[in-house]
């Protein structure tokens, strides 16, 4: 990350690739902003209780079982298989190159430029490594992630947060 001074414009800069892990810390900010999380873990518990019964039943069926158990542990690996899904679509593009500044987050790959000017976003949510900026519109269809990895310096990531803080809430 480099911190540029050009007059007021203060410019955070990050370079990373992608992961699997990247994109499962927005799905999952995005689904416990939506609340989904309890409905999710709400339908994994149904689902195991109902193993759990079939087996304790004298006469439970052994494809009962298997499919409880299937729908519990699909249920339970959807985020997963989006942070899959997403990573395929994306990573073919190589490299990110995402600059944080007073006009919004502009990122460019080899094969995309990409700007998105601060009320595109609602908030931000910080984690351990990633910060997490999430969409305006009322299902928050679009998140964008910024690994911390990507920054020159761990203490930069002070400098992206104070760049934030400035245009949108910690949510």
Known sequence: MELKQDGTQETVEL???????DILAGILVRERR?????????????FGAAAVLVVAA?????????TAVFCAALIWSIPHLQ?????????????????VNETGIATDTVHTT?????????????????????SRDPNILLVEVLPKRGLHAPQE????VA???RHLPRV
């Open 163 to 165: 760049v934030l803080s």
């Open 157 to 160: 990531a002070e400098r992206l």
């Open 83 to 99: 942070a899959h899904h997403a990573l395929r679509t994306v990573s073919w593009q190589g490299e990110y190159r995402t600059s």
């Open 34 to 46: 939506r609340h989904l999380h309890l409905v999710r873990w709400g339908f994994t518990g149904l």
């Open 114 to 134: 990409l700007l998105q000017r601060w009320s595109v976003f609602r908030g931000y949510r910080e984690t351990r490594d990633h910060v997490v900026l999430l």
């Open 15 to 21: 370079v990373y690739r992608p992961t699997r892990a």
């Open 58 to 66: 004298q006469g439970g069926s052994s494809p009962s079982w298997v």
